[in-house]
């Protein structure tokens, strides 16, 4: 017999990581996204916020809703929704419609044509299509959530999450590459730009370069073993969409060129464990210059960064959040320490986080609350 619910936990990530716009990131071990994904009758997506984030309900706004909505369409093209799937659900849509129609009879008879809140709504309702959707629906529930505007992959990581889950609930038709393209819609979504440097480690897990988009091509990175990431979050949050908008859509052939250099270099000194290269690389040209006006004294946060022993710091995403890739936890702790204070100085709390680069993605959890890789 198939699972009714189950719960996913998903992991933040690091986009960018300094020269990689749009085409590096990392899966962090902690925070993330647990969300309950439960199947439901009604041949509906209903959204739950229990995470007290504020996250919206209505399908049509919600980045998991829109992924989840984009996955089943795209399995009922190809075929791979079950037949009692999708005669459940449309069993359930006429019982559901039928029931609709008695309500709107007895509401009719009880007010007339008085125009009152309540009919407007009745009337609303009785305007959806009935039948016409065989489509399975399912119960999105947000227990715990990446906080949304941190930069650190929260659209991701709730997008993830619900294929995921959905996915793993309908007999995992999919793998977890195929996943990708229907998470990437909740992600665009949110950002307004079709991008995967978050949604592709938040899915597979590890340090991943997205190499092209058309066709999507990613590929993980190796990495020291050693290498630690400080994160600090300060209580501040910043738009995604309007983060992209004061990039330049232009830039100079010359900064283009010292981009591509810290880019490849970063790329060298990780597979190589070349943490002199690594460090020389984590620079962004295309950017942060344009992100950073928000943060109090972000050159000197920097330079205490680095003064600590990171190897380099930048903009998680397009912020608020900050990383500094470290060599060692001690570092790693002493840096997040640096950082912390910096913003306490300028009257900003922050939450930090110390972690390695996780090789574990998104992952189904199992009933003691470990998490298991899928």
């Known amino acids: 017999m198939m699972k009714r619910a189950l719960t996913v936990f998903c992991p933040a990530t690091v986009s960018n990581v300094g020269p990689g716009f749009d085409l590096l990131g990392f899966a962090l071990e902690q925070p993330g996204d647990r969300l309950i994904v439960r199947r439901n009758d009604e041949?509906?997506?209903?959204?739950?916020?229990?995470?007290?984030?504020?996250?919206?309900?209505?399908?049509?706004?919600?980045?998991?809703?829109?992924?989840?909505k984009s996955l089943l369409e795209g399995?009922?093209?190809?075929?791979?929704?079950?037949?009692?799937?999708?005669?459940?659900?449309q069993e359930a849509l006429q019982d559901q419609e039928a029931l609709r129609e008695q309500e709107s009879l007895q509401e009719q008879d009880a007010i007339h044509d008085q125009e009152t809140p309540q009919g407007q709504e009745t009337a609303s309702r009785s305007?959806?299509?009935?039948?016409?959707s065989t489509l399975p629906g399912f119960d999105l529930i947000f227990s715990q959530k990446i906080n949304p505007?941190?930069?650190?992959?929260?659209?991701?990581?709730?997008?993830?999450?619900?294929?995921?889950?959905?996915?793993?609930?309908?007999?995992?038709?999919?793998?977890?590459?195929?996943?990708l393209p229907y998470a990437m819609e909740g992600e665009e979504a949110a950002s307004g730009s079709y991008h995967a440097d978050n949604v592709a480690p938040a899915l597979l897990g590890g340090f991943t370069?997205?190499?092209?988009?058309?066709?999507?091509?990613?590929?993980?990175?190796?990495?020291?073993?050693?290498l630690y990431c400080a994160v600090v979050?300060?209580?501040?949050?910043?738009?995604?969409?309007?983060?992209?908008?004061?990039?330049?859509?232009?830039?100079?052939?010359q900064t283009a060129v010292a981009q591509a250099g810290n880019l490849a270099g970063l790329i060298a000194g990780l597979t190589t464990s070349d943490y002199g290269l690594i460090s020389r690389s984590v620079t962004d040209l295309f950017a942060e210059p344009y992100r950073t006006d928000k943060l109090p004294a972000y050159g000197e946060l920097k330079k205490?960064?680095?003064?600590?022993?990171?190897?380099?710091?930048?903009?998680?995403?397009?912020?608020?959040?900050?990383?500094?890739?470290?060599?060692?936890e001690e570092i790693a702790r002493s840096v997040a320490k640096v950082m912390e204070e910096h913003f306490r100085q300028h009257g900003i709390g922050c939450m930090t986080y110390i972690s390695r680069v996780s090789e574990a993605g998104c992952r189904i959890a199992t009933e003691d609350t470990k998490e298991e890789q899928r």
């Not at 997205?210 to 050693?226: F, M, N, V």
């Not at 190897?311 to 060599?327: K, N, V």
């Open 209 to 226: 370069l997205i190499r092209g988009y058309e066709p999507l091509d990613i590929k993980h990175i190796p990495y020291p073993a050693d």
């Open 75 to 89: 399995l009922q093209e190809m075929g791979l929704l079950r037949e009692q799937d999708a005669l459940q659900d």
């Open 149 to 179: 505007g941190s930069g650190l992959g929260s659209s991701a990581a709730s997008s993830v999450a619900a294929v995921v889950g959905v996915n793993e609930l309908l007999g995992a038709p999919l793998t977890a590459a195929a996943l």
């Open 43 to 68: 041949g509906i997506l209903r959204l739950i916020d229990e995470s007290g984030t504020g996250l919206p309900t209505d399908p049509e706004k919600n980045v998991a809703a829109i992924a989840v």
């Open 304 to 328: 205490k960064s680095l003064a600590e022993g990171a190897l380099g710091t930048g903009l998680s995403g397009s912020g608020p959040s900050l990383f500094s890739l470290c060599r060692g």
């Open 127 to 132: 305007k959806a299509p009935a039948g016409k």
């Open 233 to 253: 979050h300060p209580d501040l949050q910043f738009n995604t969409m309007e983060g992209r908008k004061v990039i330049p859509s232009e830039v100079p052939l």
